[in-house]
């Protein structure tokens, strides 16, 4: 089992900052992607970025591209999303993932573990 703690959401302004913390704790493995999604109320789950933790290769959304950047602490098995420029667009509760085999990575269905969420409200 791998538990994930997602932290970081909170209310800023448009056109303001904010970065998540995703802690990882539980079973370890030797090459996994972590992900981040996001779901706005009446709307689809989103695919927002993901972190290959072997090889730091990152992947973007196209509305964060730009925006948005994830990285990843080894020593403490934490991913970060450093969002920046925010838009209302961007209001919704954000997940982190993992994902352990090699399904598609935008996909959320190829992801194994979740966290519980955080939100992020954006004010115009």
């Known amino acids: 089992q791998v538990q994930l703690v997602e932290s970081g959401g909170g209310l800023v302004q448009a056109g303001g900052s904010l970065r998540l913390s995703c802690a990882a704790s539980g079973r370890t493995f030797s090459s996994y992607t972590m992900g981040w999604f996001r779901q706005a109320p009446g709307k689809e789950r989103e695919f927002v970025a993901a972190?290959?933790?072997?090889?730091?290769?990152?992947f973007y959304g196209d509305s964060v591209k730009g925006r948005f950047a994830i990285s990843r602490d080894n020593g403490s098995n934490t991913v970060y999303l450093q969002m920046n420029s925010l838009e209302p667009e961007d209001m919704a509760v954000y997940y982190c993932a993992v994902r352990l085999g090699r399904g598609r990575i935008v996909a959320g269905t190829s992801y194994d573990y979740w966290g519980q969420g955080t939100q992020v409200t954006v004010s115009s």
């Open positions: 972190i290959s933790w072997s090889t730091g290769s990152t």
